[in-house]
């Protein structure tokens, strides 16, 4: 499976935006899809993550509330919407594939390139 994340760009502090990841390969949809990031100087760390059925979703604590993570099999494509953006929100932004617990603990089998998302205050 490839991964390519895009969507990322410059917003202001409580605006929104869309981040989306294609995925090439037919095994796709029975993969979970999750979302890392990444800040400057920062360690990595985990966003979002939705099972392969759709049924199960899992967040961050520090966007709980703020982001969705969506997907459609059909397309092939994992979806990210980021409302109400803080500062703290500033980081590169990953898709990965890989099992639904595994990426809630940061394991992955496939890692996608980034798009960098920029919150300014």
């Known amino acids: 499976v490839q991964l390519q994340a895009f969507g990322g760009g410059l917003v202001q502090t409580g605006d929104f935006l869309r981040l989306s990841c294609t995925a090439s390969?037919?095994?796709?949809?029975?993969?979970?899809m999750g979302w890392f990031r990444q800040a400057p100087g920062k360690e990595r760390e985990f966003v979002a993550a939705?099972?392969?059925?759709?049924?199960?979703?899992y967040y961050a604590d520090s966007v709980k509330g703020r982001f969705t993570i969506s997907r459609d099999n059909a397309k092939n494509l994992v979806n990210l919407q980021m409302n109400d953006l803080k500062p703290e929100d500033t980081a590169v932004y990953y898709c990965?594939?890989?099992?639904?617990?595994?990426?809630?603990?940061?394991?992955?089998?496939?890692w996608g390139q980034g798009t960098l998302v920029t919150v300014s205050s």
């Open positions: 990965a594939a890989g099992s639904f617990d595994g990426l809630r603990y940061g394991r992955y089998a496939y």
């Open positions: 390969g037919r095994t796709f949809s029975s993969y979970a």
């Open positions: 939705i099972s392969w059925t759709v049924s199960s979703t």
